[in-house]
């Protein structure tokens, strides 16, 4: 309601929103909701690391996710929304819809596809390569960055002059 009354003074305040200044005063909306069809990262437990599809909302704090299995090796099960990341990707699914019914939608959508080309998956890959390096492998990228870091001061110094 547009009038406020104040008890110091009975004059009439309008708000901002009836002045037209509802779109600057009000932040942008928040878009990554926990729905059925939602793409996610499973941050914390034995599935840490993959991905998953939210197929149920069980309660204010839980949902039902699947991966499917033959996709992501992630079984349906019920999980606290705390331990997910939630992507800006979704397919389009029903309400608690079967393992194939949820391959398909992922199929048809693309919707692995869109996320192995996000930089964010690419950060995750980037991650698990660099963790499964042995320490030679470690030790012949420390050698490649000391000569790369060489050749740009090289280049450089001779642009500098």
Partial sequence: FWL???????LPVPSLCT????????????TRFVEPGRLALITYGPCAG???TIVDIVDQKRVVVDGP????GVRRHMMP????SLTDLTCKIPKGAREKT??????KDGVMGKWDATAWAKKVKAKEVKGSMTDFERFK???????????VKKSLKKTKK
Avoid: N
């Fill in 4 to 10: 406020k009354v104040y008890p110091s003074r009975a």
């Fill in 19 to 30: 002045l037209g200044y509802a779109a600057a005063a009000m932040p942008a909306m928040f």
């Fill in 50 to 52: 993959k991905m998953c």
């Fill in 69 to 72: 299995e033959k996709v992501t």
């Fill in 81 to 84: 929304v705390k331990r997910l």
């Fill in 102 to 107: 949820l391959r398909l939608a992922l199929e």
């Fill in 141 to 151: 990228l420390m050698v490649a960055r000391k000569k790369r870091s060489v050749e």
